[in-house]
Every structure is written in structure tokens, then in C-alpha cells.
T-cell receptor
Framework: GNSVTQMEGPVTLSEEAFLTINCTYT??????LFWYVQYPGEGLQLLLK?????DKGSNKGFEATYRKETTSFHLEKGSVQVSDSAVYFC????????????????FGKGTKLSVKP | DAGITQSPRHKVTETGTPVTLRCHQT?????MYWYRQDPGHGLRLIHY???????DKGEVSDGYSVSRSKTEDFLLTLESATSSQTSVYFC????????????FGPGTRLTVL
């Protein structure tokens, strides 16, 4: 099945700094790609997604572009806020069977972001 | 917010005891998932369901069983809890399977002593 590697944290930034969280994946084919965010004490929620090569997903000032040639989906934000402090998960869709789980998401280990005022 | 609840929210139990976690949804979504979240591992899929009485194993299914007798409920059972099953467990739902957005519940923190 697919696998995903994302930048290890924690990442600590000052407010208004530029953010990049790297994510690369291995896959046969071209899976849909997702970023999820988990705020303290909560479950995960979808941040953005891209379903085909060169698509750019965007939401709340965050962006990520589906790069087929580098099998990457890096998350960026031009100016982070304290409220962006959370754990971010990259998640490609598994295109291959794993005990019948074709089509399920494979989550990276998460990158914890702390933004200081 | 998607209507997903998990119960209990916190549980402490002893090794060897059975434990059942419940996920309840009010969205009538077809797909339901159980994940565990551990430091350094991210989220790992335990079991999932693609309809009433239709379930399948995920990446880390050993020691867990599931049941789905109604669309709205998905139960995760640890037949004989072990300390390695201490974790935070999340339920998720999806209308359209792997390609669609998953909505997550608030989580259950389970401690096995």
C-alpha cells in the first residue's frame, strides 16, 4: 500500500512567520491527498485536499499543491497565527488493498506546530 | 459539526478485562472507522465498516473486534485488554469512503493498567 513521510516536529514559530510542513508519499498510481488538523483536545478535521496532479488545495490561508513528479504535498501558510497551533497530518488515500481496505486514508505521524505571540 | 459521539470519553481498566467503546452517528453515513492514536505513530486504522454488518480489518486489528448492527452505531471491543492497548481511540465517519472527507469524533482515552 501507500506510505507517507512528513516532517518531524515540533515546529515552533513566531506569529506572522512563514510555515512549511513537508509531506512526501510513495504510491502506485495517483492517490487523492489530504491534510487534516487536530486542535488540542479535539478530533481531526479536514483542512484541505487535492484529487489530481497540479491541483492546489486551500483553506484558512493554508495551501498545498499536488506534485506528481516529486510525490509531495507540502503544506504552506504565509503568516501563521497563534490559533494555528495544532498537530497537522498528511494523508494520502490508499489505492491498494490492505485486508480489503482499498481507498482508506493512510495518516502520517503528525507535525506539531506551536505559534508564539 | 458532524453528529458523532463516542462513549465513554475516558476509561481506566485492568489488564485482562473486556472493554467496549461505542461510536454513534446521526449523519446516516455509510462508512465508519476506528483508529488509535499513539505518540510517534500518528493515526492507525484498526477496523472499518462499509455498511451494516459489513466490516473489515485495518492495519492494527489484532486484539480488536468490531460490530455494526445498525447504521448509526459502530462498536469496538477489546476482548482482553492489554497495556499495549492504552491509547486514544477515534471514531470517524464518511459518506463516500476513502476518497471523501472523514469526520472525526472527540476521542476516547483508554488506560489499561
Amino acid at each position: 500500500g501507500n506510505s507517507v513521510t512528513q516532517m518531524e516536529g515540533p515546529v515552533t514559530l513566531s506569529e506572522e512567520a512563514f510555515l512549511t510542513i513537508n509531506c512526501t508519499y510513495t504510491a502506485t498510481g495517483y492517490p487523492s491527498l489530504f491534510w487534516y488538523v487536530q486542535y488540542p483536545g479535539e478530533g481531526l478535521q479536514l483542512l484541505l485536499k487535492a484529487t489530481k496532479a497540479d491541483d492546489k488545495g486551500s483553506n484558512k490561508g493554508f495551501e498545498a499543491t499536488y506534485r506528481k513528479e516529486t510525490t509531495s504535498f507540502h503544506l504552506e501558510k504565509g503568516s501563521v497565527q497563534v490559533s494555528d497551533s495544532a498537530v497537522y497530518f498528511c494523508a494520502p488515500r490508499d489505492l491498494l488493498n490492505y485486508g480489503g481496505s482499498q481507498g482508506n486514508l493512510i495518516f502520517g505521524k503528525g507535525t506539531k506546530l506551536s505559534v508564539k505571540p | 459539526d458532524a453528529g458523532i459521539t463516542q462513549s465513554p470519553r475516558h476509561k481506566v481498566t485492568e489488564t485482562g478485562t473486556p472493554v467496549t467503546l461505542r461510536c454513534h452517528q446521526t449523519e446516516n453515513h455509510r462508512y465508519m472507522y476506528w483508529y488509535r492514536q499513539d505518540p510517534g505513530h500518528g493515526l492507525r486504522l484498526i477496523h472499518y465498516s462499509y455498511g451494516v454488518k459489513d466490516t473489515d480489518k485495518g492495519e492494527v486489528s489484532d486484539g480488536y473486534s468490531v460490530s455494526r448492527s445498525k447504521t448509526e452505531d459502530f462498536l469496538l471491543t477489546l476482548e482482553s485488554a492489554t497495556s499495549s492497548q492504552t491509547s486514544v481511540y477515534f471514531c470517524a465517519i464518511s459518506e463516500s469512503g476513502g476518497a471523501g472527507e472523514q469526520f472525526f469524533g472527540p476521542g476516547t482515552r483508554l488506560t489499561v493498567l
